[in-house]
T-cell receptor
């Protein structure tokens, strides 16, 4: 089954404790992206990757890091989480140049205390 | 900077009546997408609008695109409870999707 998986699905942590949210897709997609969703603001793009070892900033990259060492994985790293990073995070993937075919993962709800 | 604005942010509907959600965007993009999100769930693609004048329909939902006015609309005909969800429009520019703030729809009997 074609899918984008995220782990964990729910996470409560404390300020400053480094964490990683994993994202994996099994569709051999070149393009992967991370979004955060906050009430009234829709989804805002954090980082995206056009292919292995190619990443670029989205609209709200501050406080986040990503890496793309393998085509299927695109982890989101919060080196020192802060309460304003409490949000719902979505990973998505699509074939190159076909952004309208983005598959979204199930979401990760993160709370930073 | 891309900007996408949806109106209204919340829409309380009565079953059987018609409603419209508006999506204004800031660039000359001719690619506009609509998504649906059920509570606690991920996003589901509804429509892809790729040119001026494009109209797509699926069941009680119809989406249209006017690139000259930079406006897309999502029209709901004879609302039913199953349509309760949050609807997002998104504009594409290059490899970037910019989303509107979402319209939360609640259909009451």
């Amino acid at each position: 089954e074609a899918q984008v998986t995220q782990n964990p699905r729910y996470l409560i942590t404390v300020t400053g404790k480094k964490l990683t949210v994993t994202c994996s897709q099994n569709m051999n997609h070149e393009y992967m992206s991370w979004y955060r969703q906050d009430p009234g603001l829709g989804l805002r793009q954090i980082y995206y990757s056009m292919n292995v070892e190619v990443t670029d900033k989205g609209d709200v990259p501050e406080g986040y890091k990503v890496s793309r060492k393998e085509k299927r994985n695109f982890p989101l790293i919060l080196e020192s989480p802060s309460p304003n990073q409490t949000s719902l995070y979505f990973c998505a993937s699509s074939p190159r140049g076909r952004i309208n075919e983005q598959f979204f993962g199930p979401g990760t709800r993160l709370t930073v205390l | 900077e891309l900007k996408v604005e949806q109106n209204p942010l919340f829409l309380s509907m009565q079953e059987g009546k018609n409603y419209t959600i508006y999506c204004n965007y800031s660039t000359t993009s001719d690619r506009l997408y609509w998504y649906r999100q059920d509570p606690g769930k991920s996003l589901e693609s509804l429509f892809v609008l790729l040119s001026n004048g494009a109209v797509k329909q699926e069941g009680r939902l119809m989406a249209s695109l006017d690139t000259k006015a930079r406006l897309s609309t999502l029209h709901i005909t004879a609302a039913v409870h199953d349509l309760s969800a949050t609807y997002f429009c998104a504009e594409a520019a290059g490899n970037k999707l910019t989303f509107g703030g979402g319209t939360r729809v609640l259909v009451k009997p």
